[in-house]
């Protein structure tokens, strides 16, 4: 299957800064979406983005994409020490299948 | 408050003791995955059920099997667990009419050990 891969693979930031976390695939999607994974626990859905829209804002959160590139990226704001956790990128791909996720990237906010 | 609930939390078994892993939803959802998830790395498809259809991914080794005797339950079986599946197993929800388009409800997982 085709993976998202996250760039980079870890990130440590201290409180305050923004943290960018990109993401690249390599097949036609209908959306992207970007999940939330704390230690220990399971993944918590953070933002869908469709394969029509460049851009998305939720909250802290700013999402791009580029389907002509086929790379997204997600912004987290002024981050907070609870912000630290891992960042999945998922591609739902043209042909109604399941998700792929990518590798992730593990983002540490230092207080 | 709906949710994805999965039991138990942390499971300890025994190299080739047959275990089983159970999740539950309260979305009503068709669609129930389960996935593999080692150390750092993405978690793996193992399969899905859309409604009372199963489909397994292609490189799911045959030690793993499920089960789903009603829309809110899904069982994971592993038959003869090796220490290579030691991992954290995840089971996810999609909501219908086209189920992979949205967004999927992850339970807590559980966290299985190998001795």
């Known amino acids: 299957s085709q993976q998202g891969e996250e760039d980079p693979q870890a990130l440590s930031i201290q409180e305050g800064e923004n943290a960018t976390m990109n993401c690249s695939y390599k097949t036609s999607i209908n959306n992207l979406q970007w999940y939330r994974q704390n230690s220990g626990r399971g993944l918590v859905h953070l933002i869908l983005?469709?394969?029509?829209?460049r851009e998305k804002h939720s909250g802290r959160l700013r999402v791009t994409l580029d389907t002509s590139k086929k790379s997204s990226s997600l912004l987290i704001t002024a981050s907070r020490a609870a912000d630290t956790a891992s960042y999945f990128c998922?591609?739902?791909?043209?042909?109604?299948?399941?998700?792929?996720f990518g590798k992730g990237t593990r983002l540490s906010v230092i207080a | 408050d709906a949710m994805v609930i999965q039991n138990p939390r942390y499971q300890v078994t025994q190299f080739g003791k047959p275990v089983t892993l159970s999740c539950s939803q309260t979305?009503?959802?068709?669609?129930m995955y389960w996935y593999q998830q080692k150390s750092s790395q993405a978690p793996k498809l193992l399969f899905h059920y859309y409604d009372k259809d199963f489909n397994n991914e292609a490189d799911t080794p045959d030690n793993f099997q499920s089960r789903r005797p009603n829309t809110s339950f899904c069982f994971l079986d592993i038959r003869s667990p090796g220490l290579g599946d030691a991992a954290m197993y995840l089971c996810?929800?999609?909501?219908?009419?086209?189920?992979?388009?949205?967004?999927?409800?992850f339970g807590p997982g559980t966290r299985l050990t190998v001795l």
């Open positions: 979305l009503n959802h068709n669609v």
């Open positions: 998922a591609t739902e791909n043209s042909g109604n299948t399941p998700l792929v």
């Open positions: 983005i469709r394969s029509n829209e």
């Open positions: 996810a929800t999609s909501s219908p009419p086209r189920a992979y388009t949205d967004t999927q409800y």
